[in-house]
């Protein structure tokens, strides 16, 4: 079946430090790929999306490129600043209208 | 634009007994999602309709959970009786739900249940 696989949290990093947070999934077809935050006491929010191979999203300083070969879809960013602290989702949609989330990495930013 | 309202944002009740929760999403989408977000998971989807029309409802425990939308516009849930394991996140979310690829879902800010 479909699913999508996130590196385990929580991921600690001063601030400017890089950050990557790992995403796999399994899908059948060609499923497109999205990363969302949530930030604390708040909804979740679209960050990226990509929805062919080799498709970049990017957004505040977030990007995230659909590698078909490898099956990921990680989550990359330069310079993390303290209010990026926020738990973030990676997921996919397959079609018939379904969304389907990893677990969720919680990312804290140290000043 | 106003976003997906969800209400309450907190309830606590008792094992056993009933409750509701409300979702107006946005203005439009035809879509409207239900999930579940159990602490320290990502959200699981319980029913999905399109319009005032159930499209899944494979993960909603049906002996218990009941969900209508009936104008399709806005929606309720309700978890009747509730178990201690029902203590999660609530999302409603919504969508324009035309089919596309790189359909986006809407979320709301959530309803905490706690069951005690």
Sequence with gaps: GNSVTQMEGPVTLSEEAFLTINCTYTATGYPSLF?????????????????????????KGFEATYRKE??????????VQVSDSAVYFCALYTGGFKTIFGAGTRLFVKA | EAGVAQSPRYKII????SVAFWCNPISGHATLYWYQQILGQGPKLLIQ??????????????????????????STLKIQPA????????LCASSW????????????????????
């Design chain 2, 14 to 17: 008792e094992k056993r007994q």
């Design chain 1, 35 to 59: 990363w969302y935050v949530q930030y604390p006491g708040e909804g979740l929010q679209l960050l990226l999306k990509a929805t062919k191979a080799d498709d970049k999203g990017s957004n």
């Design chain 2, 83 to 90: 178990k201690l394991e029902d203590s999660a996140v609530y």
């Design chain 2, 49 to 74: 309709f399109q319009n005032n029309g159930v499209v899944d409802d494979s993960q909603l425990p049906k002996d218990r959970f009941s969900a209508e939308r009936l104008k399709g516009v806005d």
């Design chain 2, 97 to 116: 739900g035309q089919g596309a690829a790189n359909t986006e879902a809407f979320f709301g800010q959530g309803t905490r249940l706690t069951v005690v």
């Design chain 1, 70 to 79: 490898t099956t990921s879809f990680h989550l990359e960013k330069g310079s």
